[in-house]
């Protein structure tokens, strides 16, 4: 049965239907899709971007999960919900070389992202033809999810809101289908909540998810049990992260004391009070920028042309959903989880790659609102008009792949040329040769795994804001006291990190007592090492 006949309301069994060939899914448009997908994320990805203090953190909460039966070597306290890494962790236990599968940690994370991404170009081709019934339409979604800057930029860096974006997708993949199977919604609904305990602000895309799980089962007979299994399945994941932190003891604060000013009130750390925190972060925040400032700074030069198309697609499925009943309920479904997430991001406080799932929600919605502006139009035209659209961006100097140098030559852009983070893997190789496993060192968490998964371990070697915020590691192994500092390793910019957290010990340990051992700068990334208490 064709998509048109899915989505219009149910006749009755003796009224005769009229005959619809099967709508073909278009498996050379897909395979054209996955390919380009996987030459735009994966050539290149091992060397660009620089490997990112968050894709760090996640690996070795991987590697706690691995190593030590643990969500985190550190003291967990609720920062993010854990199933993102304890995906990452099964993912690196079925490799043979495990984390050193692809020559170090955080590149077998990305091997992972690549999959990941052409997982997802599947899942959102299928959507957008499955409720537009649009092949060209579905072809346009994936084609600018592939090639954006924006999204070749985050999609490889191994970042917990590409896995709650699988789940998303998965889920409306599910919905897509139609089939009037309990099992196929309650599928669903597990999705979005699997998505929650990857990261939290899946929730935010809740609305458009809930508005077309209502209209997209509207029509069954079994609606009320689907909207029941659904909503018990989404929150089946939540209430047992909820349970795990109350059989721990750490749901709520001590004493219910949700004082603010108070790092973590009590003798425990608390699921809640972190919830709160989170809450009324700002842009005062040590590791918070502003909306604005990342827009105008980062976002748009990376990629101004999806975020502008997306948003107006987003924006004019609004309106344009109201008027035509077939997609009526995807327009204005994909349309608030555009808006829904694009709310949470004016928020006051951000890092630079929460963009991430906008690029497939923008893609999601150009798809959508391109099957709807071309419902009339026959698909070789459609076809031409997407070849239009797309090829100007893509080869024009200045676009998505080619642009213009210092010099004024033209060149492939960064993504597919820059070997930047072979500095660091330089970095670590001089402090496996130079330095004793026994040295204290304070990092940044982009080489943790590194260091910790050698043999023999460097034990003392711990990120910089934990050895100005962890007791166990500020007062047990530092002492707040530069003397008990043998090397600060210094990421690209981890002097902004240090002064925005005003984790002034280490600064002084660095300006007053340090001398630069190692050194080496590649454009606008630097990074060294420091002996601490060396005389020049």
């Known amino acids: 049965m064709s998509a048109d006949l899915l989505d219009r309301p149910g006749t009755p069994a003796a009224t005769p239907k009229k005959t619809v060939a099967p709508q073909t899914r278009g498996w050379p448009l897909i395979i054209v899709s996955l390919v380009i997908g996987l030459a735009t994320h994966g050539w290149n990805m091992f060397r660009y971007p620089l490997y990112l203090t968050d894709e760090g953190i996640y690996m070795e909460q991987a590697w706690s999960v691995l190593r030590e039966a643990k969500l985190s070597p550190y003291t967990y306290f609720y920062d993010h919900a854990p199933f993102g890494w304890l995906t990452i962790a099964g993912w690196v236990a079925i490799l043979p070389g495990g984390f050193n599968a692809f020559g170090n940690a955080i590149n077998t994370g990305r091997v992972l992202m690549l999959i ?10 299928e959507i957008v033809r499955r409720f537009t019934g649009s092949k060209a339409g579905a072809f346009l979604a994936v084609f600018v999810f592939n090639v954006s800057p924006l999204g070749v930029y985050y999609q490889r860096q191994v970042l917990l809101d590409n896995l709650m974006m699988l789940w998303i997708l998965l889920g409306l993949f599910l919905l897509s289908r139609k089939d009037g ?5 309650m599928g669903a609904g597990l999705c979005f909540g699997l998505a929650l305990v990857t990261k939290e602000n899946a929730l935010f895309i809740l609305p458009g998810c809930a508005y077309l799980l209502h209209r997209a089962i509207k029509q069954q007979p079994n609606r009320r049990f689907g909207v029941s299994f659904w909503w018990f399945a989404a929150l089946a994941p939540v209430v047992g992260y909820l349970l795990f932190a109350q059989i721990k003891n ?7 004391n949700f004082n603010l000013a108070a790092a973590t009130p009590g003798d425990h750390v608390s699921l809640l009070y972190t919830v ?33 198309a ?19 309920g995807p327009l204005l479904a994909c349309s608030l989880m555009a808006v829904g997430y694009g709310f949470y991001l004016t928020r006051s406080a951000l890092l630079d790659f929460y963009i991430a799932p906008m690029v497939p929600l923008f893609a999601l919605n150009l798809g959508m609102f391109f099957g709807w502006l071309t419902r009339r139009t026959k698909p ?13 961006v893509v080869v024009m ?4 792949m080619i642009k213009y140098n210092t010099k004024g030559e033209l060149e492939f852009s960064d993504a597919y040329r820059l070997p930047l983070t072979r500095l660091q893997e330089q970095q670590v190789a001089w402090i496996k040769a130079n330095v004793p496993p026994d040295a204290r060192l304070i990092i940044d968490d982009d080489i ?11 034990k003392y070697a711990h990120p910089h804001y934990k050895a100005t915020s962890d007791p166990d590691v500020r007062d047990k192994v530092f002492a707040s006291s530069w003397e008990n500092v043998d090397y600060v390793v210094m990421s690209n910019k981890m002097r902004d990190a240090l002064e925005r957290g005003g984790e002034t010990w280490i600064i002084e340990a660095i300006d007053q007592h340090g001398t630069p051992v190692w050194q080496a700068t590649r454009g606008d990334v630097s990074l060294q090492i420091i002996k601490i208490g060396a005389t020049s």
């Open 397 to 400: 100097p200045g676009g998505f």
């Open 276 to 308: 709160w925190w989170q809450l009324h972060r700002n842009s005062n925040s040590s590791n918070g920028l502003s909306f604005t400032t990342l827009l105008q700074d980062s976002w748009l030069f990376k990629d101004r042309y999806l975020l502008m």
């Open 250 to 256: 750490e749901l709520f604060p001590q004493g219910f």
């Open 448 to 458: 943790w795994v590194a260091l910790h998964d050698n043999d023999p371990p460097y």
């Open 380 to 392: 070789a035209g459609a076809a031409v008009l997407v070849a239009c659209l797309l090829v100007p």
């Open 116 to 125: 990941v991404h052409l997982v997802s170009v599947f899942l959102l081709y």
């Open 310 to 328: 997306g948003t107006a697609a987003a924006l004019l499925g609004l309106f344009t959903g109201r008027r035509n009943k077939r997609l009526r």
């Open 181 to 185: 199977r309990i099992v196929t919604v």
